[in-house]
Structure formats: C-alpha cells, structure tokens
C-alpha cells in the first residue's frame, strides 16, 4: 500500500476507499478514527485537549469538541451520513505522575471523557477503544476495511 497519510498532533486527515492513515505519538492525546463504511469514508483526527476555550478557534483540530465536530462536518461534505458513521479510539494515556488528586494532570483521562461526551452528542457510535494506561500508541486506520491498529511498546499489536 503506497497510500499513507501521516496525521500530525492537532491535525486531521481523510481518504476514501483506500490508503492508510495513521498517526505517532498518542499518549495523553486521542486518536478518533470516524468512518463511514458504505462509501469507505475514512478520516482520523488527532486531538491534544478536551475543550477549545481559544480566542477565536484558530486550531479546531487541536480539541475533543471542535475536532469532532469539524471532521464530522467535512465527511458530509465528502458524501458521508451520520447515521452511518462510526468511532474507533485510542490513547488517553497518563503519561506524567502529577501530585495531588485533581484531574489537572491527568489530562489523558480528560480527553477520554471529552471524546465520549462530543460523539454521544453528534450521535456516533463508539465500536471500539484502547484508552487509558501509561504507554504512547501509534494508530493506524485502513480506509478500505475499516480496521484500527493500534502499537504500543511491549504489548501486542491490537486489531479491532
């Protein structure tokens, strides 16, 4: 497969019927493959923080809610329906021990929680996770069948 599109942190991208998106480095971020499999609609977006609080939204791409909601309103430009997309995610990780018992720190948690809160609104099924723990994880995601790959060191190799 010579389709392969890198998607950066805070960054979205999408390809249909074919190619390989994949992105590096999730560790408290999220990794939110959307797909529409009627018309093999693949995008993945690659989130930092769960909630844009920036003045004037330069960087939607970076957050849970904006994110989403974007990327979900660019596969319905390309054909995609709603009713038919569906959610793979990973990542959310706890990568830095932060004293004290406030969820400041675990922002890998946060961004769980934001991810689940925005697809539950925009009305998408969430198929399957590999979220939480303490590794970085690279995903992939195949535009022609679907599937998440997810990577993480010293673990097996997670199809789903």
């Known amino acids: 497969m010579d389709n392969k599109l890198v998607v950066g942190i805070a960054d979205m991208k999408m390809t249909r019927q074919d190619g390989m ?18 018309i093999r609609l693949a995008a993945l977006v690659h989130i930092m923080l769960p909630l844009n609080m920036e003045a004037g939204r330069k960087s939607p791409m970076k957050y849970a809610d904006t994110g989403i909601s974007e990327t979900l309103s660019q596969m319905e430009k390309q054909g995609g329906m709603r009713s038919r997309i569906v959610a793979k995610i990973a990542g959310g990780a706890r990568m830095f021990d932060v004293g004290g018992s406030g969820s400041l720190g675990n922002i890998g948690q946060r961004n769980i929680e934001s991810t689940h809160i925005v697809l539950r609104r925009e009305g998408i099924r969430l198929l399957r996770e590999d979220v939480g723990g303490s590794v970085a994880r690279t995903l992939l995601f195949d535009a022609a069948s679907g599937q998440a790959c997810v990577r993480s060191y010293g673990k097996p190799e997670l199809i789903f």
């Open 21 to 38: 998106l994949i992105t590096y480095a999730l560790g408290s971020c999220i990794g939110v493959c959307l797909y529409d499999p009627t």
